[in-house]
């Protein structure tokens, strides 16, 4: 089963279009006459969340509309249980773009203000805070979450304010639930992002760090490292036949434009990049770090006329990695060394989901906040952002395990 299939009703009996490609979308969301009611059952649809999927898994789809001339966004809602919330016609439909990317809070430094107003927004989305409590009061820190976002407004869900009677939450969503992110990969044949069930990505690390950045040697220095000379030398690696690794990890910097020959990783652009195979990403199962800034962002390419959003983490998926962390604007580069040594630290010595790495290291540092945030030194805040701007996109159950090698420890 595949994204395209998961398609949520909120009422039975219409079955999902078919999908014939990944990049295929759903079915529009039409429940009009179920959301002018006071009570409405979110259920599955006649194809629902697969078997394969760990219990617990529930599926937030973000698909980008017009309405009264605005662009904005609808929600679809998908859990494993039948859940009824309470919702008005403006509660899933509808929704403005909002002035959220964590992109551009990072550039004005405005962290203060940029946590406010994300506490804000969150508020009035009443049917999605209902949706999740129930969620949450069934599987508590167990919740795995699949954000499937194409809109390019880089809505920041991880940092979606949801509070629980439980006093161990956090409040913000990333820090108390996996998010696992979902976006249209461009195959002929659509990708099981659930199959296969748990997936260590295990092997050799392969990495490239760009000349302006400090070399990473004392980092990967116990692991079986292969270290590639330039982004060219890197993709000449990726594109062999014969190798395989179970990290690739590429820090340098990323930007992105209008278009894919705007937009650029490690120096090359979104239309070169994509022309490489990557063979060995197939060959084994690979988890892809793109320690880049903005290397998790949408984006439309104004070149086509066309909806469909890209990513670079899009291409590394396309060519087969099992999962890809990226960011969703500008880290500093101390803040990405930490986010390196700290993932490291934690597959040292078994294998860890790569979700839940994610979620602990943001649970990290909202604990490292003081009760009141606003009143929080800016360091802090500026630390509690940049984490919080690493997203995972691809399958559910990747692992990581990378431990030294023989005579190393």
């Not at 014939?20 to 259920?43: G, H, K, M, N, Y």
Request: proline letters at 5%; charged letters at 25%; a negative charge.
């Amino acid at each position: 089963m595949n994204p395209q299939e998961l398609a949520v009703t909120v009422r039975g009996g219409r079955s999902p279009e078919p999908a014939f490609a990944a990049a295929a979308r759903p079915a529009r969301f039409e429940a009009e006459d179920a959301l002018a009611s006071a009570e409405v059952p979110i259920t599955t649809a006649p194809a629902p969340i697969p078997a394969a999927a760990p219990a617990g898994t529930a599926l937030l789809r973000v698909t980008r509309e017009t309405y009264e001339g605005e662009e904005c966004f609808h929600l679809e809602l998908q859990s494993d249980a039948a859940l009824r919330i309470s919702v008005t016609a403006q509660d899933l439909r509808n929704q403005r773009r909002p002035r959220l990317g964590l992109a551009g809070i990072a550039a004005a430094g405005t962290w203060r203000q940029g946590l406010d107003a994300l506490h804000s927004w969150s508020v009035t989305k009443v049917a999605l805070r209902q949706w999740l409590t129930a969620l949450r009061r069934q599987h508590g820190r167990g919740l795995r979450l699949i954000v499937w976002d194409e809109t390019d407004f880089q809505i920041p869900w991880e940092l979606f304010f949801h509070e629980t009677d439980d006093p161990g939450d956090h409040g913000w969503l990333g820090a108390d639930v996996e998010v696992i992110r979902w976006t249209t990969v461009f195959t002929e044949t659509p990708i099981d992002w659930s199959s296969g069930g748990a997936t260590v990505c295990e092997g050799p690390v392969l990495s490239y760090v760009e000349k302006s950045f400090p070399a990473l040697d004392t980092r990967f220095g116990a692991l079986v490292h292969d270290k590639a000379a330039s982004m060219a030398d890197l993709l000449s690696k990726l594109d062999a036949r014969n190798q395989r690794f179970g990290l690739v990890h590429l820090w340098g910097h990323g930007t992105v434009g209008t278009d894919g020959a705007q937009a650029t990783l490690g120096g090359l652009s979104m239309d070169q990049l994509g022309r490489h195979r990557m063979r060995a990403l197939r060959a084994a199962r690979t988890l892809v770090l793109l320690n880049a800034c903005s290397s998790a962002l949408l984006m439309n390419d104004d070149r086509f006329g066309e909806r469909a959003t890209r990513t670079f983490a899009e291409i590394f998926l396309r060519r087969g990695a099992r999962g890809v962390i990226a960011t969703a604007g500008e880290v500093g580069k101390l803040d990405s060394l930490e986010f390196v040594d700290r993932l490291l630290e934690v597959a040292r010595d078994r294998s860890v989901s790569v979700p839940a790495a994610l979620r602990d290291y943001r649970a990290a540092l909202v604990e490292e906040l003081p009760a009141d945030p606003s009143t929080a030194d800016p360091a802090l805040l500026k630390a509690f952002f940049y984490g919080f701007m690493y997203l995972y996109v691809g399958h559910l159950d990747t692992a990581l395990y990378m431990p030294p090698r023989e005579g190393a420890r």
